[in-house]
């Protein structure tokens, strides 16, 4: 059974720092794209960042200079360090797996996904 779990939410002060994580199991997910997405209340799921199983990564710009993603060494769990956040950026976040060769910045592009952790940004 395939799985992925997200931790590492939480509230935060505008200015802090919250660092999330995705594990998955029940298959090998080195060789996946693996992506974070997000969906605050009443709002459509936007994609976050994505990266590649060799490191490539891509950012939607809001985000750009403040997250990072990352890979653990077993390539089956995946990181999103979030620095200077903002009250905007409070959403839930999820973590997925891309269907291979698929534009991994689409959400309907990714086959599996975690429940989700919540992020919460106070000003």
């Known amino acids: 059974q395939v799985q992925l779990v997200e931790s590492g939410g939480g509230l935060v002060q505008a200015g802090g720092s919250l660092r999330l994580s995705c594990t998955a199991s029940g298959r090998t997910f080195g060789r996946y794209t693996m992506g974070w997405f997000r969906q605050a209340s009443g709002k459509e799921r936007k994609f976050v960042a994505t990266i590649t199983w060799n490191g490539d990564t891509t950012y939607e710009d809001s985000v750009k200079g403040r997250f990072t993603i990352s890979r653990g060494n077993a390539k089956n769990t995946v990181y999103l360090q979030m620095n200077s956040l903002k009250p905007e950026d409070s959403a839930v976040y999820y973590c997925?797996?891309?269907?291979?060769?698929?534009?991994?910045?689409?959400?309907?592009?990714?086959?599996?996904w975690g429940q989700g952790t919540q992020a919460t940004v106070s000003s």
């Open positions: 997925a797996a891309c269907i291979e060769g698929r534009d991994s910045t689409k959400y309907y592009n990714y086959a599996f």
